[in-house]
């Protein structure tokens, strides 16, 4: 009884979408058993068809409350932003016939999502940069271009947009362990 609740508690916790979440036909959420054609459908499949073309991904005005800013009237409560998110994914290697041959824009949905549910987030910059590194360590995302956009402010709306590369985070990464 105790660990069909804990399962129960679990799939809510997770959400809709993630493996652990919704098993596989046969087995149980919790158990570890993963259902990789889920895996496919969001973006883990590592085929590509080797050219180096891309396609793009894209989710716009996508609006959310958010806990952001760096003054202390903005940690009172959510703010409305407005997200744009574009990314350049490589081209699978066969043509789409189902979810495992495409990026899902799930994928986007869900990063925005699990970032700005884990903290209060200081600037939009820093924000727009998570966003982007956790899309680049996807296998077929190569440019990811993000604006995020503050809508409750005295003065209309601001925010920031920025562009990333995989090659962008790479030179990051080794600027952190160099420094």
Do not use: C, W
Request: aromatic share 4%.
């Amino acid at each position: 009884m105790r660990r069909r609740r804990a399962g129960r508690r679990n799939r809510r916790r997770r959400g809709a979408g993630d493996p652990r979440a919704d098993p596989p036909e046969g087995g149980e959420a919790g158990t570890g058993a993963v259902d990789y054609r889920l895996l496919a459908a969001r973006g883990y499949a590592p085929d590509t068809d080797g050219s180096g073309a891309t396609d793009r991904v894209f989710v716009r005005d996508l609006v959310l409350p958010v806990r952001i800013g760096a003054y202390v009237r903005e940690r009172a409560a959510p703010q409305r932003v407005r997200f744009a998110v574009e990314a350049s994914v490589l081209r699978a290697a066969r043509p789409s016939q189902d979810m495992r041959d495409v990026f899902s824009y799930d994928v986007i949905t869900d990063a925005i999502r699990m970032l700005i549910d884990a903290e209060h987030i200081a600037l939009v910059e820093t924000l727009a940069e998570r966003i982007a590194a956790a899309l680049l360590v996807h296998p077929r995302v190569t440019r990811v271009a993000v604006q995020v956009e503050k809508l409750d402010l005295d003065a209309g709306v601001a925010g920031v947009g920025i562009e990333r590369t995989r090659a962008d985070i790479v030179a990051a990464k080794g600027r952190e362990v160099a420094g």
